[in-house]
């Protein structure tokens, strides 16, 4: 991805949605480049993300907390309290299917919205909201559909390039909070790679410390993206 390619932009400081009182603004690559499909795989890898139909990377003058990470997926091992997620919800079928707006997928994003996110600006998303945040016409994107028989109780939204897959976007039934469904999701995205034969899983960012983001941390081992490229978390 070299910078004769493809241009990229600038946005306004917006609100950051990580710390309160913090604007933040991101670097966005031109979305109407040409073959962004193409250019998905060396974005991941210099630490961008994709929202909807943008790849974009954070760029704030004053913080640089928001660190690309990805999972080694062949040298993962799960810890004990994977082990027992994974155990909790030997019940569930993994289905992989094809990405797109279906009403049941629908119902349980706006559920899981209303509970996680109230009054935060997407508790009230439409049936375009949800198409145009977790697929674009460019992406290689599956979903991975967690089933309790017939039911639907979680769905996560997968990326699958050459050199990895990217998890997009996660969202469950909420009242089932014992079941640890987010990790379970990892954990399964994980075990797609390997069946994949790919060799990375990325998370998007870790944060330091943040009590929603620092879990990633768990899932070793862990590359974090420095500016001399990535390095093995805890090997820096």
Known sequence: MRSEQVRLFQTLPH???????RSAQNLVIDPAAPQLDALYGP??????????????????????????CRIDAENFRPD?????????????????AMAGYTAERHALYAS?????????????????DFTRFLTAPWSPTLFLELRLG??????????????????V????DPTEQ???????????????ARRRAVPWLYLGFWIEGHPKMDYK??????????????KTLGEE
Not at 15 to 21: E, K, R, S
Not at 178 to 192: E, H, K, N, P
């Open 169 to 172: 976007y996660t969202f469950f």
């Open 112 to 128: 899981y919205l209303k509970s996680r996110h109230p009054d935060g600006g997407m508790d009230d998303a439409e049936a375009s």
């Open 15 to 21: 609100p950051c949605g990580y710390f309160a009182g």
């Open 178 to 192: 014992s079941r640890s469904l987010g990790t379970f999701a990892i954990l399964q995205q994980v075990a797609l």
């Open 43 to 68: 974005a991941l890898e210099r630490g961008f993300r994709r929202a909807g139909g943008h790849l974009y990377f954070p760029h704030c003058p004053q913080c640089n907390a928001c660190t690309p």
């Open 150 to 167: 017939p039911r639907l109780l979680g769905v996560a939204v997968t990326d699958v390039c050459p050199a990895g897959l990217s998890a």
């Open 217 to 230: 941390r768990r899932f070793r081992p862990l590359q974090v993206r420095r500016p001399d490229g990535w």
């Open 80 to 96: 004990r309290s994977q082990r027992r997620c994974l155990k909790r919800n030997a019940d569930l079928t993994v289905v992989e």
